[in-house]
């Protein structure tokens, strides 16, 4: 398994190697780093800098070194083109498994996300995706000894509880969460959402497809999905993983509202699993 964890200097860097770190500690992933250098206003492809154009970076990498100590670790500096467009072309071109990003600090504005590097490469990359929130770089994580996943039953839902099949630490317990959501004749719910017909034949569908020497729990909660789903994470969860939105033509990962809205509020890492 190999990450590629994008980094910038600023905060959303240094919580982006933390989860990083993290994951690799768990999965024994390796770690391919990347920093895009500034290289004016005009457009330009983008291109790997050679050693003596990236000594900019030197420091970055360094400390990214230090942060992902015990992992294997590579580090490229690019410059021209946008930090999302190059972060999405590498996924794409080399072995990697998942990105890594950090959520940018908010500070209350929902648009600061709709715009940032972060926003963009979740609704173009054709891997997994996962976002460290706010301020996780602040202490030390253990491990991933709770892995929450929210189940519908859906393909993509499948898809997500095998990511976290993967991920959940042996010792671990995983969470199945479906959330049922009843839009009235008034309400903005996403349209395109799936309402279980009957959440605990779900529940007990998605419980037999964990292996028995599993740790698995289940839930089902009654009420918007994306507020629930803020919750959960708000409870001491190492991990949500969500399924990308099953529709489109494009095999990418794209949000729908609700994976929107908790990638912008969550407050522990959240993973959307890439398209099945």
């Given amino acids: 398994m190999r990450l590629l964890v994008a980094i910038d200097g600023g905060e959303p860097g240094r919580d982006a190697l933390e989860l990083a770190r993290v994951i690799c500690t768990a999965t024994g992933a390796s770690a391919l780093v990347v920093n895009v250098l500034y290289a004016g206003p005009l457009p330009m492809e983008f291109a790997l800098l050679p050693e003596e154009e990236a000594r900019e970076a030197g420091p970055l990498f360094e400390q990214a070194r230090e942060a992902l100590a015990g992992v294997e670790v590579e580090t490229r ?95 671990g317990q995983l969470e199945l969460i479906t959330a049922v959501e009843r839009p009235g004749p008034l309400s903005f719910a996403d349209p395109s959402a799936t309402i279980p017909t009957d959440p605990d034949a779900v529940l007990a569908e998605g419980r037999r497809l964990v292996p028995t020497d599993v740790a698995i729990a289940t839930r089902r909660v009654d009420g918007p999905a994306a507020a629930e789903l803020e919750k959960v994470c708000a409870e001491g969860v190492d991990l949500l993983i969500l399924g990308s939105r099953g529709y489109g033509p494009l095999m990418r990962v794209l949000l729908g509202s ?16 890439k398209r099945p």
């Fill in 77 to 171: 500096a690019y410059g021209g083109g946008s930090p999302a467009a190059i972060i999405t072309s590498l996924s794409e071109e080399g072995q990697i498994d998942g990105i890594v990003l950090g959520s940018p600090h908010r500070h209350g504005f929902d648009r600061l996300f709709a715009g940032s590097v972060a926003g963009s490469v979740l609704n173009g990359a054709k891997t997994d995706v996962f976002v460290a929130p706010p301020g996780y770089a602040d202490s030390a994580h253990d491990g991933l000894g709770k892995v929450a996943v929210g189940y519908l039953g859906t393909p993509e839902s499948k898809a997500a509880l095998r990511r976290g099949l993967t991920l959940v630490d042996a010792a």
């Fill in 258 to 273: 609700v994976s929107g809205h908790v990638f912008r509020h969550a407050t522990c890492p959240v993973l959307v699993a």
